[in-house]
């Protein structure tokens, strides 16, 4: 069973991948929704053996087919995918033959190839083909940073606050930590949960970081979380029934 993740996966899908060729079914596969459904398919050449420029994707829950995943430029968290379900790749697939010689193309021959994923992106203006999408998507980023940096000398160690994650209950709970963890870009507040909605005990990748009790804490981005007069919440045997 593969470790629990000590921090919030809202973003990601865990999804089982097939493909028109064969039988075979590629368990267990996480992915960021915020992926473009062309940078989804360049990530599905090396496990299926298709090729991103021809490739048609198709959404199943279990044998029924929800949705065709033609856009290639939308997010592939745009459609209704959740964890469990598979993605089935239609292609024309290359044969792969053991002890035949390696067959490679020069830079040359092929950007000439009108049938590969450079020439499908760059006819489509696509990922970094696409100046005016690379710009946007570096202002972004930066202004991201920016907000997350303003945030983060905002806050206080100890305060109240609150936090809301897509796919998450909105939960509350004291900020324990802020800044970055080891092994992950940008920086986290680390937060201690009134209850045990959490995915960790205050410590990520081996390193502790404040205490609580397992599945109280976790590490959140700083826009997830709102820092304000928020009591912990009280409960009688009044409020059961």
């Known amino acids: 069973m593969a470790p629990t993740s000590s921090f919030e996966l809202s973003d990601i899908v865990t999804i089982n991948i097939s493909n028109s060729q064969n039988d075979t079914v590629s368990f267990e596969r996480k992915y960021s929704r915020a ?11 090396p496990i299926t053996g298709g090729n991103a420029g021809t490739m048609r994707l198709e959404l199943y829950s279990g044998d029924k087919l929800l949705a065709k995943l033609d856009d290639d430029g939308q997010p592939l968290g745009s459609y209704p995918i959740e964890d469990g379900m598979r993605v089935h790749v239609v292609d ?11 067959f490679e193309l020069s830079q040359e021959e092929y950007d000439k190839k009108a049938d590969s994923l450079r ?14 999408e690379m710009a946007k998507q570096e202002e972004d980023r930066k202004r991201q940073e920016e907000e997350d940096r303003c945030k983060l000398e905002a806050t206080t160690i100890g305060a109240r606050c609150r936090v809301t994650a897509k ?10 930590y802020k800044g970055p963890v080891d092994g992950k870009p940008g920086v986290f507040i680390g937060v201690k949960f009134d209850e045990p909605l ?8 081996g390193k502790r970081y404040f205490d609580c009790g397992p599945k109280y804490g976790s590490f959140v981005t700083p826009k997830a979380v709102e820092v304000g007069d928020f009591p912990p919440e009280e409960f009688s045997l009044d409020d059961e029934l």
Not at 119 to 132: I, Q, R, T, V
């Open 119 to 132: 020439s499908f992106l760059k006819k489509n203006k696509l990922g970094k083909y696409n100046a005016e």
């Open 167 to 176: 796919n998450n209950p909105v939960r509350l709970g004291t900020v324990m």
């Open 35 to 45: 992926l473009k459904i062309f940078e989804f398919k360049a990530k599905l050449e």
């Open 92 to 102: 024309q697939f290359q044969c792969i033959q053991e002890n035949v010689p390696k």
């Open 198 to 205: 959490g995915v960790n005990d205050g410590s990520a990748n």
